[in-house]
Nanobody
Framework: QVQLVESGGGLVQAGGSLRLSCAAS????????MGWFRQAPGKEREFIAG???????YYADSVKGRFTSSRDNAKNTVYLQMNSLRPEDTAVYYC????????????????WGQGTQVTVSS
């Protein structure tokens, strides 16, 4: 009962910034755990950030200190601010939602957006 749409991706030079948005529909959005994942060609989907149902936010080591996630329940939107981008950050970025507990495991999420491409040039 949740639909997610990512936006904000694009092409940026190394060291630059982008802000991704994940717009959600669904009456129970505010009670869902949320996650951000990315997937590069030939690689497995990788966890990058999560927001627990309690509101606690946590990050993968690869992005800690560079990326910041937040949510605005009034707007049914989750954000991912990405700073100091590196070429290895190039991937399709996805947001995901779970009515139960979220985790770094992608299998814990029930709903997924279609993804938005982020390309970082050197």
């Amino acid at each position: 009962q949740v639909q997610l749409v990512e936006s904000g991706g694009g092409l940026v030079q190394a060291g630059g910034s982008l802000r991704l948005s994940c717009a959600a529909s669904g009456r129970s959005f505010s009670s869902y755990a949320m996650g951000w994942f990315r997937q590069a060609p030939g690689k497995e989907r990788e966890f990058i950030a999560g927001i627990r149902r309690s509101g606690v936010i946590y990050y993968a080591d690869s992005v800690k200190g560079r990326f910041t996630s937040s949510r605005d329940n009034a707007k049914n939107t989750v954000y991912l601010q990405m700073n100091s981008l590196r070429p290895e950050d190039t991937a399709v970025y996805y947001c995901a939602a779970s009515p139960r507990s979220g985790s770094p495991d992608s299998r814990s999420y029930d709903y997924w957006g279609q993804g938005t491409q982020v390309t970082v040039s050197s």
